[in-house]
């Protein structure tokens, strides 16, 4: 059984950066495709970016493209978001998954809140 536990969020500034981390226990991690999901106040999950096993291609949701960056250490068993130029928008719970297959159990996620 895989556990997911993310860390890394707060509450910042807009145009300010953070940086997610996603710490997954049992090495069935390096072998998935990976992704982040976040769920804001009133809206459903959405996938806002993802990454193959291997680490060699991402993918973006279009509202984050060119300010999230998705990278993984596999040794580490971590998963990463780097979050620029962050937007009020960007104001969700933000969480860890695989994107391949079924859901591992969901972690609490880590709330990031971007307001001035």
């Known amino acids: 059984q895989v556990q997911l536990v993310e860390s890394g969020g707060g509450l910042v500034q807009p145009g300010r950066s953070l940086k997610l981390s996603c710490a997954a226990s049992?090495?069935?991690?390096?072998?998935?495709?990976m992704g982040w999901y976040r769920r804001a106040p009133g809206k459903q999950r959405e996938l806002v970016a993802a990454i193959t096993s291997g680490g060699g291609t991402t993918n973006y949701l279009d509202s984050v493209k060119g300010r999230f960056t998705i990278s993984r250490d596999n040794a580490k068993n971590t998963l990463y978001l780097q979050m620029n130029s962050l937007k009020p928008e960007d104001t969700a719970v933000y969480y860890c998954n695989t994107v391949a297959g079924t859901f591992y159990s969901w972690g609490q996620g880590t709330q990031v809140t971007v307001s001035s």
């Open positions: 049992g090495s069935i991690f390096m072998t998935n495709a």
